[in-house]
């Protein structure tokens, strides 16, 4: 007897066939335990107006190439030329992965939000951080030339104030864990062609492993399966807690 998810018809075509049949097979049951726990997004309002009309992209940073490919020629001119650092370019402020050009997913978490604690990058976009620690070292290195320092200055303080000005705050979404690309994500890594329901339940529980707390997706989830559940005011010192002038930076 098949069963049938939650979802309007268009919207199942979107969830992997494989993820489809582990309902199909395992029913309500394993519907009910998969559903129970709470996924959130904590963002800038920066973002607000995007995610509301278009739900959460991976693209959702807004860096620009010009910005890009500057911390990417300094660290060529600059830097020490260790590849880790290389790496971090790449990884935290570009957004690409070792060996692709691809975009970094939209990253959920199994644990609701509290959005006066203090950790690096809380709600505001990890590349935005990143960028923000280099052009901040890069504006005070005395090696670097004048017209390179006076451009990441300029940028530390544009980005400083777009994401402190006016009203500025956190959101914490809610983000229903129903949404295809969540599925996709969360269930589609396992192999549950042979499982019984035992098996199945344990998965439905933990889909994220027996310790997920951060899931990646790599795909859009529309705005129809967001819902806001908290908002705080961001200010200039929210922003320097959270080490955009910290030490860290790979440019000394």
Known sequence: MSFDLPLPAGEIAQVDPWVVDFFDRFGQDALDIYTAGGLYHVTHSVNEAGIDANGLRPTEETITDEEGAFVLAMFHRYGDGHPNNLQMINSHILGKSADTEQVRGVHLSTHEPDLDEEYVGYGVPER?????????????????????????ASTFDRY???????????????????????L???????DLEGADLSAALHVARHPDGAWGSNIHVPEHIGAQYLSKTAQTPFTEEDLIRRGVQSKTGWIY
């Open 184 to 190: 996709n994500a969360r269930l589609g890594q396992w």
């Open 160 to 182: 400083r104030q777009w994401l402190t000005e006016g009203d500025a705050r956190l959101i914490a979404y809610k983000v229903n864990p129903l949404a295809p690309a969540v």
């Open 128 to 152: 935005i951080i990143f960028l923000m620690r280099s052009m901040h070292a890069l504006s005070r290195a005395g090696r670097v030339v004048v017209d390179d320092r006076e451009f990441a």
